[in-house]
């Protein structure tokens, strides 16, 4: 059980991190675990690191949902886009062999890392927007009013996109899913990182429970996520709470020279 033990404080590590920018922390374990775990099988690595981004995502979820900054409505419509696209892309993932496995992370990663940091997270602030965009308003708890609108048909698709991605490659999808929601649909970055984390409860869930189905969880698989579960679940109650005295453009530029650096260690390794 020794061995297991230092996973509790890299849970702790990457539920706040992954809590704080609403990302679910898969993008940080994932790569370790790779790295830590070089002879285990992607599939049995990336049934740990969704079931840790659940944990994560359901504590993160919680923290926020006290300070009212998830937006329900709008994060029930992309969760049920997201759901389906996390069970095909769990599906195959054991279609899919290692080394390309590895350089499909490591290659998401560094693009993703290169587009946040030629585009810093902000609002458009649209004074107009098309009948058919579904408008908000919404009040936190500190009785900040923020308002705004977004095209649901593409809030959809993006959604399954990120649920087919995030499920097939372990990450959480919070990297795409909240850089989406901020600048293609002017989500309030507090309640873009927020909505991502509820949705990422939802798309989490329906991928681990998919490969519980499928007998993925080893003995050694589930000690390792109970004790990463351990750590998440008290780092995301600090993570969200953090979240409100950070701007947010410090925050996915930090992101994404973290995104960069595991990018190109996971490519040097495959």
Not at 92 to 121: E, K, N, Q, Y
């Amino acid at each position: 059980m020794f061995q297991f033990w230092w996973l509790v404080p890299l849970g702790f590590i990457v539920g706040a991190y992954g809590t704080l920018i609403g990302a679910g922390g898969g993008f940080v374990l994932m790569p370790i675990l790779l790295l830590v775990y070089p002879k285990e099988s992607p599939v049995v690595l990336t049934s740990i690191s969704l079931a840790v981004v659940f944990f994560n995502a359901a504590s993160g979820t919680l923290a926020y949902s006290k300070m009212k900054r998830v937006d329900y409505k709008s994060g029930g419509l992309f969760m049920a886009a997201t759901i389906p696209g996390a069970v095909f892309g769990a599906l195959a993932t054991a279609w899919i062999p290692r080394h390309a496995f590895d350089m499909v992370l490591g290659g998401l990663l560094v693009c993703g890392s290169a587009f946040l940091i030629w585009h810093p997270v902000e609002t458009h602030g649209r004074e107009h927007h098309p009948k058919h965009f579904i408008k908000r308003r919404l009040v936190d708890t500190d009785g900040n009013v923020h308002e705004f609108a977004y095209n649901p048909y593409l809030g959809v698709a993006l959604s399954f996109v990120v649920g087919f991605i995030s499920s097939l490659l372990g990450i959480g999808g919070g990297i795409v899913h909240v850089p989406a929601l901020v600048h293609l649909m002017d989500f309030p970055v507090h309640f873009a990182t927020a909505t991502s984390h509820f949705v990422l409860a939802g798309m989490s869930l329906a991928g681990t429970v998919t490969h519980l189905v499928n007998g993925v969880f080893a003995d050694a698989g589930s000690r390792r996520t109970l004790f990463l579960a351990v750590g998440v679940l008290a780092g995301a109650q600090v993570g969200a709470r953090l979240s409100a005295r950070i701007h947010g453009v410090w925050i996915i530029r930090g992101l994404a020279i973290a995104l960069g650096l595991v990018g190109v260690r996971v490519l040097m390794a495959a």
